[in-house]
């Protein structure tokens, strides 16, 4: 006798658009049912599986933790139940219609160094969610399989009803578990690791200012002293010796007066604090090798942080454009879109830009990255090549 099916009233998961509301059992045997009977039978083997994952890894890296093996090894235990979560969430896709977003992917490759990549991967609490799921699932395995397979030859009008049952639970575990992190955690894993890039970036900055302090206004201001001082003592026997070295003196003072103003141009160009992005990049296209023209559409200033990152943004962009493009013009346009700012920068060039390449492109991209903006790199071979930056407006 074959089994009575499904009246054609009833709503199927396939024809739903989220998948999770499935038709009421009945006795009766449709492609929903054959799915979640499929999936209650191969949890017997997923969960052997999962389970000897869980139980070996965590034991031997346990036992490896007083080495220097062990934090490492539960991490890439942590990343590998990723994977796990990942094939799980596909299986009740498939079988069950329970559509769970997949989780962010942990931010690895925004630069940190290696402790603090691995201490991110050590506290991802999907992976460890993931490694509780697939504990808890041996027992439930059994069960499910068991049930199931003695269903088939025992109870099978009632079936439909068991496996419904049995599969709803199946459905709450994969939610609540496999789910993606929250907005707040997701946010906070990504605030962290943009927190070490903009770190790394300042820290960068402060080295390099250092460094321009120490091998040019400072070595020229010594230099000075040094040249005074011999006049002074020339002053008396021979002042017309004396007079032309505080001549070259003077010359010295105003070379160090020009390096200090372009030191503290690369910290934050005064013209920007008065006048605003549209002056300040123009008197910075003014300075670049290849011919640049400057369009602002803004009616209003951003907040002054973002001026900053803007103007730096450019300015890098058109050293870029100065030592490789080869290009014999550029163009800079910067407008408001909604609550961002948008800028390109476009030159004629040969084209090939990648942040791979080192160009500063990818540094460039990770630190617009830690305030939630974003770079776009357009640079085919041959040119020309379009760099568009968009940053929260916060003005």
């Not at 739903?16 to 049912?33: K, S």
């Not at 559409?297 to 058109?318: C, D, H, N, Q």
């Not at 879109?337 to 060039?349: P, S």
Request: charge should be negative; aromatic fraction near 6%; hydrophobic fraction near 45%.
């Amino acid at each position: 006798m074959t089994a009575p099916s499904l009246s054609a009233g009833a709503v199927r998961a396939d024809d739903d658009d989220h998948g999770d509301r499935l038709p009421p059992a009945r006795f009766a045997y449709d492609a929903h049912t054959w799915k979640e009977i499929a999936h209650l039978l191969v949890n017997l083997p997923v969960a052997l599986f999962g389970f000897t994952y869980v139980v070996t890894v965590l034991f031997v890296s346990g036992m490896l933790t007083a080495t220097v093996v062990g934090f490492p090894l539960l991490a890439g235990t942590l990343l590998g139940a990723r994977q796990l979560g990942k094939a799980e969430r596909a299986r009740a896709r498939a079988l069950l219609g329970v559509r769970v977003e997949e989780p962010s992917p942990l931010p690895l490759g925004r630069g940190g160094g290696l402790l603090q990549r691995l201490w991110l991967a050590l506290k991802d609490p999907v992976g460890w969610r993931t490694l509780l799921y697939d504990f808890i699932r041996l027992p439930w395995g059994i069960l499910t399989f068991v049930t199931v397979l003695a269903s088939l030859f025992v109870l099978w009008p009632v079936l439909p009803f068991i496996a419904r049952g049995l599969a709803n639970v199946d459905r709450v575990m994969v939610r609540g578990l496999l789910s993606p992190s929250d907005e707040l955690e997701r946010r906070i894993s990504e605030l962290e690791s943009d927190r070490g890039v903009v770190v790394d970036t300042a820290a960068a900055d402060l080295r390099r200012i250092e460094r321009d302090l120490h091998d040019g206004a400072q070595a020229r201001l010594v230099a000075l002293a040094m040249d005074l001082g011999l006049a002074k003592e020339k002053l008396a026997e021979d002042p017309q010796a004396a007079a032309r070295m505080v001549e070259e003196a003077h010359g010295e003072v105003k070379t160090a007066l020009q390096e200090l103003r372009d030191l503290a141009r690369g910290i934050h160009p005064a013209v920007l604090t008065d006048r605003g992005l549209d002056a300040a990049l123009s008197a910075l296209a003014s300075r670049c090798t290849v011919p640049v023209r400057v369009e602002v559409g803004l009616t209003r200033r951003p907040a002054p942080a973002i001026e900053g990152i803007a103007y730096f943004t450019v300015s890098e962009l058109l050293q870029n454009i100065s030592k490789h493009s080869a290009a014999t013009a550029a163009t800079v346009d910067i407008w408001r879109t909604d609550d961002h700012l948008v800028l390109r920068v476009t030159d004629n060039g040969h084209g090939g830009a990648h942040p791979d390449h080192g160009t500063g492109l990818d540094g460039l991209a990770r630190r617009l990255d830690a305030i939630d903006g974003v770079l776009v790199v357009d640079s085919p071979p041959g040119g020309p090549t379009r760099v568009t930056a968009e940053l929260p407006w916060r003005g």
